[in-house]
């Protein structure tokens, strides 16, 4: 079965500084990765989407990587800014049926 | 721009009192889902169409029911909604279903119970 996990749950951070956010799974077998946005009341905001064959992906400020042999995940921010406040989550396609299994997210807060 | 549109964005009802959650897409997707997601949780799936093939997770309660008309349109009824059943309830689609097709979403509905 797999689970998700993010940790820290929350991080505080100061405005300006490259930051590294933790997405770990169980299961290496995955088909590709996908990480969110989400801001308070809000819905889900895709960011990046890393398929299995890669081991990186880079939009704007944002890199995500991906190592499957370890299960890990790793979302760097570079250059932070109160904007990106928000709670960032992980998902994985589960592999034998049509869903998405999802950590329970880290609540980043950039302080100006 | 082909997207995912979800309406209203908030809706408040009673308790008790049946609500139903509007899901359309301009993508021409095949699947669509409805996932709750619950303060400072992840999101759940609840259920998914397949064309018109309906799909019910296993621990989704009988008081959540799911509708699709048409390739486009999907809805979440609640029967009787309870306090414990606000949340924010997502809608997603993808082309395809399986692991390997991106799921696309919605802004969601947060629903309050009063």
Request: include cysteine.
């Amino acid at each position: 079965k797999q689970e998700v996990t993010q940790i820290p749950a929350a991080l505080s951070v100061p405005e300006g500084e490259n930051l590294v956010l933790n997405c770990s799974f169980t299961d290496s077998a995955i088909y590709n990765l996908q990480w969110f946005r989400q801001d308070p009341g809000k819905g889900l905001t895709s960011l990046l989407l890393i398929q299995s064959s890669q081991r990186e992906q880079t939009s704007g400020r944002l890199n995500a990587s991906l190592d499957k042999s370890s299960g890990r995940s790793t979302l760097y921010i570079a250059a932070s800014q109160p904007g990106d406040s928000a709670t960032y989550l992980c998902a994985v396609p589960y592999s034998s049926a049509s869903k998405i299994i999802f950590g329970s997210g880290t609540r980043l807060s950039i302080r100006p | 721009d082909a997207m995912v549109i979800q309406n209203p964005r908030y809706q408040v009802t009673q308790f008790g009192k049946p609500v139903t959650l509007s899901c359309s897409q301009t993508l021409n997707h095949n699947v669509m889902y409805w996932y709750q997601q619950k303060s400072s949780q992840a999101p759940k799936l609840l259920f998914h169409y397949y064309d018109k093939d309906f799909n019910n997770e296993a621990d989704t309660p009988d008081n959540f029911q799911s509708r699709r008309p048409n390739t486009s349109f999907c809805f979440l009824d609640i029967r009787s909604p309870g306090l414990g059943d606000a949340a924010m309830y997502l809608c997603a689609t993808s082309a395809s279903r399986g692991p390997s097709y991106e799921q696309y979403f919605g802004p969601g509905t947060r629903l309050t119970v009063t």
